[in-house]
């Protein structure tokens, strides 16, 4: 849109009624529409970009930016990885090497909204995911993401949610406005090269001491003492608290197709020595009950006429995919004449569970319609909690990524943009504009 355009728009929406803190009340067709091109990086982790492997390491080694290389070449990086030439051993056939992500973007003094489109490679949601199915003994877990080796290697069915991702900075994380989401993808990695052992990782004494993590995610060179940033060389609990003290995070968020959207939401993290979630209680939780060796919940036959699904039913969206205690699901019945071949989710959500800066992203609805899912989102511009959100101001420029999940898959199997910028009612990549 051009400038005239843009403050047409504005101009429109500022003479518009008085706003009510609710997306669909905004007149997003008025509001400019900025095509993210997001590419398929395969296993372009931080340690890969400095290596000799990659032509742009030097510049990269001393904090370039991408884009001095890389502008406007998403469709021609994306296409050079996802069919396996490079940086991708398990290419997925018929996965695509782009995916336009049309993000429009408001605020009002309070509040960030954003709508967002993309186009799913599959006829259907990604609203299913990971299962339990009773084998006429035991309820076991079914269902993985696309890039697990029990689908590539084993045939097993490639179950998992669609996922939408916004990576947040306001400048504290140094490097990040020039290499974003990059410098948090790392070797050793679930579904990286050098993947970190289990026992290694348990016997961290940051990561499975403190953390009491089985597998390395997403972290900041800045949580490690070595130059190569590598996933053991954590500095000590007290060097990683002061950084994060200072805001030397950077804020992830993650609407989840079938594990927050249910309920109106979208999950609220931050990466540094790891990727976690904030302070309180998350949206989703397991659906296993580790000492029962059985599911918590099952769907309530009262409310919505079944208990369980079979693998046939599971992509279909006329009934409830996922468990809410309360509304659709009641506690788990081991005598309720269970058939091998009962499925229940693997995990449940619950609004009224969801406490503390964990629960920020309490306004957040995907709808999808003919291919497409059109996503509304809110984000309190000040969520007060700065010690794990990003807290930005009308008039301020912030450092964003965006990412999607698309068909079935997780970790390195997304598509991600490069750095941008987001200006709050001010100039920048994209700019949210005012409502008044
Ligand atoms: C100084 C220039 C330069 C910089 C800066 C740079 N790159 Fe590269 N990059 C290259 C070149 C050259 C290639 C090889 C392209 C080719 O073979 O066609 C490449 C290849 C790649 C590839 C493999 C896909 C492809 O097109 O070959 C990825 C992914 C990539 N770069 C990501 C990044 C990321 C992410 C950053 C920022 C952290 C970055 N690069 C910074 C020059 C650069």
């Not at 070797?187 to 348990?202: E, H």
């Not at 499975?208 to 972290?219: A, C, I, P, Q, T």
């Not at 009950?289 to 919940?297: G, V």
């Not at 964990?358 to 509304?376: F, I, P, Q, R, Y």
Request: glycine share 10%.
């Amino acid at each position: 849109m051009t400038k005239r355009g843009l403050l047409a728009a504005v101009v429109m929406l500022a003479t518009g009624p008085a706003f009510a803190a609710d997306p669909a009340t905004i007149d997003w067709p008025n509001v400019p529409t900025n095509t993210v091109k997001l590419f398929f990086p395969g296993q372009s982790t931080y340690q890969w970009l400095r290596s000799k492997d990659h032509a742009g390491a030097a510049v990269v080694k001393t904090g370039g930016a991408c884009i001095t290389c890389h502008k406007d070449k998403e469709e021609k990086m994306g296409a050079a990885i996802v069919g396996g030439d490079k940086l991708e051993p398990h290419p997925i056939e018929g996965k695509q090497a782009t995916i336009d992500l049309a993000v429009q973007a408001a605020h009002d003094n309070e509040n960030l909204y954003f709508r967002f489109q993309w186009k799913t490679r599959n006829p259907h949601p990604g609203s299913a995911h990971p299962h339990r199915r009773f084998d006429g003994k035991d309820w076991k877990g079914i269902g993985w993401p696309r890039l697990h080796k029990k689908v590539w290697d084993e045939g097993q069915p490639a179950i998992y949610e669609d996922r939408l991702s916004m990576m947040i900075d306001d400048g504290s994380v140094p490097m990040f406005v020039e290499q974003g989401c990059w410098l948090t993808c790392h070797n050793g990695m679930r579904d990286s090269p050098d993947l970190a052992a289990t026992d290694d990782v348990k016997a961290h004494p940051v990561l499975g001491g403190v953390l009491k993590k089985k597998d390395v995610r997403k972290y900041l060179p800045a949580s490690r003492s070595d130059d190569n940033a590598t996933w053991n060389m954590t500095k000590s609990p007290e060097e990683i608290a002061a950084i994060k003290a200072a805001g030397g995070f950077v804020d992830l968020m993650q609407w989840r197709g079938h594990r927050s959207n249910p309920i109106g939401m979208a999950d609220d993290g931050y990466v540094l020595e790891y990727r976690l979630f904030d302070e309180g209680k998350g949206v989703f939780s397991s659906n296993w009950d580790n000492e029962k060796k059985q599911p918590k919940y099952m769907f309530d036959d009262a409310k919505v006429g079944f208990k369980s699904k079979i693998m046939d039913e599971l992509r279909d969206t006329s009934k409830p995919q996922s468990l809410i205690p309360g509304e659709n699901a009641v506690a788990f019945d081991p005598n309720a004449g269970w058939k091998e071949g009962d499925m229940v989710p693997a995990y449940y959500v619950s609004r009224e569970a969801a406490k503390g800066s964990a629960a920020d992203n309490s306004e957040v609805k995907g709808t999808w319609e003919d291919g497409m899912w059109t996503v509304l989102w809110t984000r309190k511009l000040d969520t007060g909690n700065p010690a794990d959100d990003k807290i930005m101001k009308a008039g301020g420029v912030y450092d964003f990524n965006f990412a999607v999940h698309d068909d079935n898959i997780t970790t390195r199997g997304h598509h991600v943009s490069v750095p941008m910028t987001l200006g709050v009612g001010a100039e920048a990549d994209i700019t949210a504009v005012t409502l008044k």
